[in-house]
T-cell receptor, first 114, second 113 residues
Framework: NAGVTQTPKFQVLKTGQSMTLQCAQD?????MSWYRQDPGMGLRLIHY???????DQGEVPNGYNVSRSTTEDFPLRLLSAAPSQTSVYFC?????????????FGEGSRLTVL | GEDVEQSLFLSVREGDSSVINCTYT??????LYWYKQEPGAGLQLLTY?????DMKQDQRLTVLLNKKDKHLSLRIADTQTGDSAIYFC?????????????FGTGTRLQVFP
């Protein structure tokens, strides 16, 4: 099993550009989520999904969109990138919504917005 | 709101024990977790403890929970250079029937020979 796969690993954007961070898991996990990691701030939840067709906002959702059309995929879209979105982004999944603490993480996507 | 706090750095000699501390605020948390992040990698779940437990041991890892003081600690016995990483504690916060994890800022453990 590949686990949780994120692409791209690195990306540089100019302010105002849009892009999509891809996340796929092959473990048939019900729950998927996106976090951003910033120095001195730990990980903050952006959006999450408890199943296909269901998404909800986390702690810092502004500037990001998500969709969950299949169980496997959970892309994160930046509509108009801003320098404040420079961060490392992690996708994580777990078996079910009631066990979201047992997360499996991808390797991260490092985004720089100039 | 929920908040999880950790010290930023810890430096220990190889072979010694490491103790990483964490305080949290949400007294309704059901589980508390420890994650490890090695350089350039995602987080990996190390262990977790249910809120009605005081202690959990798993090989070199010992987790202690003081619910009264809302204090969680992770002890690593016989610390090795491979234990050098960032360690995150996290608490679960139930919201709309879904647990959300609240992470601390992480403690960077450096092990020197």
């Amino acid at each position: 099993n590949a686990g949780v796969t994120q692409t791209p690993k690195f990306q540089v954007l100019k302010t105002g550009q849009s892009m999509t961070l891809q996340c796929a898991q092959d473990m048939n996990h019900e729950y998927m989520s996106w976090y951003r990691q910033d120095p001195g701030m730990g990980l903050r939840l952006i959006h999450y999904s408890v199943g296909a067709g269901i998404t909800d906002q986390g702690e810092v959702p502004n500037g990001y969109n998500v969709s969950r059309s299949t169980t496997e995929d959970f892309p994160l879209r930046l509509l108009s990138a801003a320098p404040s979105q420079t961060s490392v982004y992690f996708c994580a999944s777990s078996y079910e919504a009631s066990r979201t603490g047992e997360l499996f993480f991808g390797e991260g996507s490092r985004l720089t917005v100039l | 709101g929920e908040d999880v706090e950790q010290s930023l750095f810890l430096s220990v000699r190889e072979g010694d024990s490491s103790v990483i501390n964490c305080t949290y605020t949400d007294s309704s948390s059901t589980y508390l977790y420890w994650y490890k992040q090695e350089p350039g990698a995602g987080l990996q779940l190390l262990t977790y403890i249910f809120s009605n437990m005081d202690m959990k041991q798993d090989q070199r890892l010992t987790v202690l929970l003081n619910k009264k003081d809302k204090h969680l600690s992770l002890r690593i016995a016989d610390t090795q250079t491979g234990d050098s990483a960032i360690y995150f504690c996290a608490e679960s916060a139930v919201s709309y029937n879904t647990d959300k994890l609240i992470f601390g800022t992480g403690t960077r453990l450096q092990v020197f020979p």
